[in-house]
């Protein structure tokens, strides 16, 4: 059962660098959860309109002062399969200005169950030439979210779900209802796990469908699209749809690509920070046998920077004989253009045909300078080559790529992609033992479609 519940907000504003490939030192995320939830019905009339559905965002009236930011900022949510998607009552939202008055970014927190394992989730807003908003992968609509949507002055007109995964699906429908005269687009092949429910069930009702390339969007002149609609790599296909904003020479993606920030996102409270730097269960468990202090952890910069780092290497599989140790481990990942490893062996590496037909169609098409993703750092200072370098494990499964670059120059974009995706083995266990565990329970596929031909 998913109800959200909101009350009035304050008005914040933050605004942030992009993040450039080009300057290391710059401070400031991919796997997907599937989940399914019981209807909820509210038997009470309340002001603003409430669907009996999954996803319901319960809205009441604030009877405080707009300045109660913890107020605002609560949200009832307790879904998710198998694991459910906190912080479970309490939602802070920060905005940046990515791109001066044309595009926000909108960041909250995002917990991995009851775990200390946290994230952050963004909701990214184009002002169009029309004077109305483009908004991608809506977060929860806490009254602190809503109000920083208003004060930009101008209607939500479009709400697009780029992707199938759960975690930015479930806000569409809460999102929606609070600006009902939106239209909501989402991605082709929808489907959930562990039963595959109907949009309707989480609270979506008359969406349109993205196609590939299509030229009829009411926002083609403004931004394009091109569509990864990959086969059945398990139980389900991997959805994700690309989009190109000419203006602002924007790549947004969802899950694709993610730079992994050296510092943590400011959405992320300290309190899970710190409860990640404790030396838990997990730590004991991935020590291999070494002594595992049981120290208190006090407030300061380093816990706060070692709760970041280890909850970096749980969310991407990584580093699991480091996590009394991170530091080597995130360094090796951090503050580049990547293709998350859970993403890259669980997906992407099972149909890489697929992925490279639309990774080759963004970099030839589309003249971007940045990216944004919907995890991590954004706004991202990276362009075509920066893109393809990420995408570089790609020519070890399909051979010498085809492309009309200069040789020398897409010779050292696949040197540097393979350089920067190359993770140590010992940090890639837990991922390849994951692999080979959904793989013997009919998870993922076992075969790899256009492996290299043998010479």
Avoid at 102 to 131: D, P, Y
Wanted: net charge positive; proline share 8%.
């Amino acid at each position: 059962m998913v109800a959200g519940i909101t009350i009035s907000s304050p008005k914040s504003t933050i605004l942030q660098n992009p993040i450039s490939l080009k300057e290391p030192n710059s401070s400031f995320p991919g796997g997907s959860l599937k989940g399914f939830s019981l209807p909820f019905k509210h038997r009470n009339k309340i002001r603003d309109n409430v669907s009996l559905v999954v996803a319901a965002a319960i809205s009441t009236p604030s009877k405080t002062s707009t300045t109660s930011t913890s107020r605002g900022r609560f949200y009832f949510n307790f879904t998710g399969f198998p694991f459910p998607l906190g912080p479970f009552l309490n939602r802070s939202t920060i905005r940046t200005e990515a791109v001066k008055g044309s595009i926000w970014l909108f960041e909250q927190e995002q917990a991995l169950g009851f775990s200390s394992v946290s994230t952050n989730i963004r909701m990214t807003v184009i002002k169009l030439k029309s004077g109305g908003l483009w908004v991608h992968a809506p977060i929860a609509p806490t009254n602190e979210c809503i109000q920083l949507v208003k004060e930009l002055e101008a209607p939500v007109e479009y709400i697009v779900l780029p992707t199938f995964a759960y975690e930015h699906k479930i806000f569409v429908g809460p999102f929606s209802r609070k600006f009902p005269r939106a239209q909501i687009w989402v991605a082709p092949r929808q489907w959930s796990w562990p039963l595959n429910l109907p949009l309707e069930f989480f609270g979506i009702f008359r969406a349109k469908t993205l196609t590939d390339e299509d030229l009829s969007t009411p926002w083609a002149d403004e931004i394009e699209q091109k569509v990864l609609s990959s086969p059945e790599v398990g139980i389900g296909p991997y959805v994700e749809v690309a989009f190109y904003h000419k203006r602002s020479r924007t790549l947004l993606v969802t899950d694709a690509v993610i730079f992994v920030p050296r510092q943590p996102p400011k959405c992320i409270g300290k309190e899970s920070l710190l409860a990640s730097a404790k030396n838990g269960l997990a730590v004991k468990l991935l020590s291999k046998g070494k002594e595992v202090p049981q120290e208190p952890v006090v407030d300061n910069q380093m816990n706060r920077q070692k709760g970041w780092e280890r909850m970096v290497l749980q969310i991407l599989f990584l580093g699991p004989s480091n996590l009394l140790e991170p530091n080597a481990s995130f360094a090796q990942m951090s503050q580049k253009l990547i293709v998350s490893p859970i993403v890259k062996t669980l997906v992407f590496s099972k149909v890489p045909e697929k992925v490279r037909d639309w990774i080759d169609r963004i970099a030839r098409d589309w003249r971007f300078k940045r990216i944004i993703p919907a995890h991590f750092a954004a706004p991202i200072n990276a362009g075509r080559s920066d893109f393809l370098a990420a995408f570089a494990f790609l020519d070890d499964l399909l051979g010498e790529r085809e492309f009309t670059w200069p040789s020398l120059s897409l010779l050292f974009t696949s040197l540097m992609g393979k350089a920067a995706s190359y993770f140590p083995p010992d940090d890639m266990k837990t991922l390849s033992s994951l692999d080979q565990f959904l793989v013997s329970v009919g998870a993922v596929k076992k075969t790899v479609s256009g492996r290299k031909r043998a010479a």
